[in-house]
């Protein structure tokens, strides 16, 4: 089923064309992995999922209805760094989506709700490995660490897009492997729709299912900026799906 | 041989050599008040610490004409007028800062009307403090709000607008709204650089209450130290000074504890 389709997207800086002709659709359940070189529109392309920027022509949507022109709970996101917030501890970030639903004025539950929110949050710290983490604050965790927090972070709130910002271009080798396991392990899992920007080509082969390269189909010597990029390859990868939106359901519950 | 900046001082000989200068200058003068004193006994200039003790006994003795202990009652009027400047100036701080770091729409008619009073000097405006709100208590608290507010205003602002778009942008990707995200987010992450903000506000915040007190007041400690002036009471005014000072460093002091108690996070433990 189409989750979130862009039909016919634009997006113009002035003179300066970034995407040009974006016809795309995103299943449910994919994990769609998106390269391309430096300055090829990647980013560009995340943002509109994000709702950050808006298209200069053409449309987004997503679940059928047009997309608001910013961030909203229904799209998750993890960025390489500065995803979390450094003035509270792992648990308090990752409550901070359910504190916001439930208290308007203070931004912060209290008693049973908060109690609730809590346990919510400390299954969802053990489901990324930061179970014996939630009083640690976030310049006392390693960058795996703080990636994995960013992650339970957006999860809590059940979005129906996560959107990942080469989450992992700024780790170790080997913590970055450890992250590409528990990705897929939460994506399978939890039924997940994922977008996932990287520079690292064999990084998008290995998670996703379908990996879209965003370059420039056309140039001009004279005038490069004249042209933007698009979806110039879309490879379908035969792989099993997640597990569907059913096991969304039953997530931090 | 070491490098200058690789040598550092044990803890125990870092106070000792921090207390030497302290004492150095006590020492230097002592000896030139000593030196003064053998030429002329009844020297005004550099008073004996005797002499000064005996002028603090006399001025925290209740005065007969008044039915006040002075010290007691210029320290009074004097911490009042600055913790009420000090209170609406953070006040003010916290609220235009934060609607200013965050609200492009607030950012836009208000950022240059703030940056064009903090060129102003506040002084020049004393007068006209005087004008309008007469010579009470008033116009000098406002000397010390007008001093003090636009740069702690533009600091505050700017250190918000320096809080990264990710955190933002993950924050609205949580639901939270605007108001959530200036309480949540902005305001604690703002917090520790306001105390900060302050503690560095409280030198010209003295400055402007001296000066206030200076021109026109009957009480407070600017006021006693430019009044005795007139006699050559350098024996009330070096203790005064030294009070003065003492008072803006508890305030300082109680102000960074304040901080590391209430915001750990911002206090990294340092090497250094």
């Not at chain 1, 449910?28 to 298209?55: C, D, H, M, N, Y």
């Not at chain 1, 709700?113 to 604050?137: C, H, K, N």
């Not at chain 1, 994995?148 to 979005?159: E, G, N, S, V």
């Not at chain 2, 003064?36 to 006994?57: C, F, I, S, W, Y």
Request: with cysteine; aromatic share 6%; hydrophobic share 50%.
């Amino acid at each position: 089923m189409t989750l979130l389709t862009f039909r016919d997207v634009w997006v113009e800086y002035g003179d300066k064309v970034v995407l040009e002709k974006v016809d795309l659709s995103i299943c449910e359940g994919s994990f769609v992995s998106i390269v391309g070189p430096s300055g090829a529109g990647k980013s560009t392309f995340l943002r509109l999922a994000l709702g950050q920027e808006g298209p200069t022509r053409g449309a987004i949507d997503l679940d059928g209805r047009r997309l608001a022109a910013e961030p909203g709970p229904d799209r998750g996101v993890v960025f390489q760094k500065y995803s979390v917030f450094p003035h509270l501890s792992a648990r308090d970030n990752v409550v901070f989506g359910l504190d916001c639903e439930g208290s308007w004025f203070r931004g912060r539950l209290s008693g049973a709700r908060r109690r609730e929110a809590l346990a919510q949050a400390d299954m969802m710290l053990a489901a990324v490995g930061l179970g014996d983490s939630g009083d640690v604050y976030p310049a006392q965790m390693s960058g795996g660490m703080q990636q994995r927090l960013a992650i339970a972070q957006a999860l809590i709130k059940k979005p129906r897009i996560l959107l990942l910002d080469e989450p992992f271009g700024a780790l170790d080798p080997g913590v970055r492997l450890d992250m590409h396991e528990l990705i897929t392990g939460l994506w399978r899992e939890h039924g997940l729709t994922i977008m996932m920007v990287t520079h690292d080509i064999k990084e998008a082969f290995k998670l996703g299912t379908r990996v879209l390269a965003f370059d420039k189909r056309r140039r001009d010597p004279q005038a490069p900026h004249r042209y933007g990029s698009t979806a110039v390859y879309d490879f379908p990868l035969d792989k099993p799906g997640a597990a569907g939106p059913e096991a969304l359901a039953g997530l931090g519950s | 041989m070491r490098r200058l900046l690789n040598v550092r001082p044990n803890s125990g000989l870092r106070i000792l050599l921090g207390v030497l200068p302290l004492v150095a200058v006590a020492l230097v003068y002592l000896m030139a008040s000593q030196a003064r004193h053998a030429e002329n006994p009844r020297d005004k200039l550099l008073p004996t610490p005797g002499a000064m003790a005996e002028a603090v006994q006399l001025m925290s003795r209740v005065d007969p004409l008044t039915g006040d202990r002075p010290l007691v009652v210029d320290t009074a009027a004097s911490l009042k007028r600055i913790g009420v400047a000090l209170g609406i100036a953070t006040g003010t701080a916290l609220v235009l800062g934060i609607g200013l770091g965050l609200l492009p729409v607030l950012r836009a008619p208000l950022g240059p009307l703030v940056a064009a009073i903090a060129v102003i000097p506040p002084i020049a405006v004393l007068p006209i403090l005087f004008i309008v709100f007469g010579l009470g208590e008033t116009a000098k608290i406002a000397l010390i709000v007008i001093g003090i507010t636009p740069v702690m205003v533009r600091d505050m602002a700017g250190q918000v607008a320096a809080i990264p778009e990710e955190q933002l942008v993950k924050a609205q990707t949580l639901g939270s709204s605007t108001w959530q995200l200036a309480v949540r987010v902005a305001l604690p992450q703002a917090m520790p650089r306001l105390i900060d903000s302050l503690r560095l506000s409280l030198c010209p915040a003295w400055v402007y209450l001296i000066s206030a007190e200076a021109i026109a007041a009957d009480v407070g400690l600017g006021y006693r130290i430019f009044l005795v002036r007139r006699y050559l009471s350098m024996d009330i005014i070096l203790p005064y000074v030294v009070w003065i000072s003492l008072l803006a460093v508890a305030m300082d002091v109680s102000l960074r504890l304040i901080s590391r108690r209430a915001y750990p996070w911002a206090h990294p433990v340092r090497s250094r």
